[in-house]
T-cell receptor, first 111, second 117 residues
Framework: TQLLEQSPQFLSIQEGENLTVYCNSSSVFSSLQWYRQEPGEGPVLLVT?????EVKKLKRLTFQFGDARKDSSLHITAAQPGDTGLYLC???????????FGTGTSLTVIP | DTEVTQTPKHLVMGMTNKKSLKCEQH?????MYWYKQKAKKPPELMFV???????INESVPSRFSPECPNSSLLNLHLHALQPEDSALYLC????????????????FGPGTRLTVL
């Protein structure tokens, strides 16, 4: 059973549309990271959220950490083809010595 | 500098070969990780090293043998692999393991694309 569930699993949208990716768990996390990964490459860290209710913006990307630190969302405004990739959330729990990955969301932005 | 390097970029090997994957970071990180990833799936944790000692082994078959010669280097020795072991192998590092500091972050290398014939 995956500790972090992402939805949707696949998403194909037109350039210029907005989208939201969700990362949900029944467990509390000390922090959550969001990564974007292109085929054949390693994941690239986009952001880390630590405080419940925290909102961080990175250009057209907005990240939110749930108040209870059990979930997070990634919102992309006016998607561009360069946003295409696999989006992964990952978190560190208050106990345990590893990071837990979400199930992944594969995004395709069509020009 | 948040760079993690991995060599080789691509590797093709037969089931009787012995090969090694290498990973290096110069960020002073004390935790290093090996992950295996299949296409469009999340990375699966294989091993965690903390202060050059093996901290977690996620029940990985013995045909994969990790080694941490020093705080900057991490190797993965491969022997008698199976075709189903073909995947992208990712190395990552973090300042400490996840439990130690709250805003800990992992940084990944570009990966080694392994094909087992």
């Amino acid at each position: 059973t995956q500790l972090l569930e992402q939805s949707p699993q696949f998403l194909s949208i037109q350039e210029g549309e907005n989208l939201t990716v969700y990362c949900n768990s029944s467990s509390v996390f000390s922090s959550l990271q969001w990564y974007r990964q292109e085929p054949g490459e390693g994941p690239v860290l986009l952001v880390t959220v630590v405080t419940g209710g925290e909102v961080k913006k990175l250009k057209r990307l907005t990240f939110q950490f749930g108040d209870a630190r059990k979930d997070s969302s990634l919102h992309i405004t006016a998607a561009q083809p360069g946003d295409t990739g696999l989006y992964l959330c990952a978190g560190a729990r208050p106990t345990g010595n590893q990071f837990y990955f979400g199930t992944g969301t594969s995004l395709t932005v069509i020009p | 500098d948040t760079e993690v390097t991995q060599t080789p970029k691509h590797l093709v090997m037969g089931m009787t070969n012995k090969k090694s994957l290498k990973c290096e970071q110069h960020m002073g990180h004390r935790a290093m990780y090996w992950y295996k990833q299949k296409a469009k799936k999340p990375p699966e944790l294989m091993f965690v090293y903390s202060y050059e000692k093996l901290s977690i082994n996620e029940s990985v078959p013995s045909r994969f043998s990790p080694e941490c010669p020093n705080s900057s280097l991490l190797n993965l020795h491969l022997h008698a692999l199976q075709p189903e072991d073909s995947a992208l192998y990712l190395c990552a590092s973090s300042q400490e393991t996840a439990l130690v500091i709250r805003n800990n972050e992992q940084f990944f290398g570009p990966g080694t694309r392994l094909t087992v014939l």
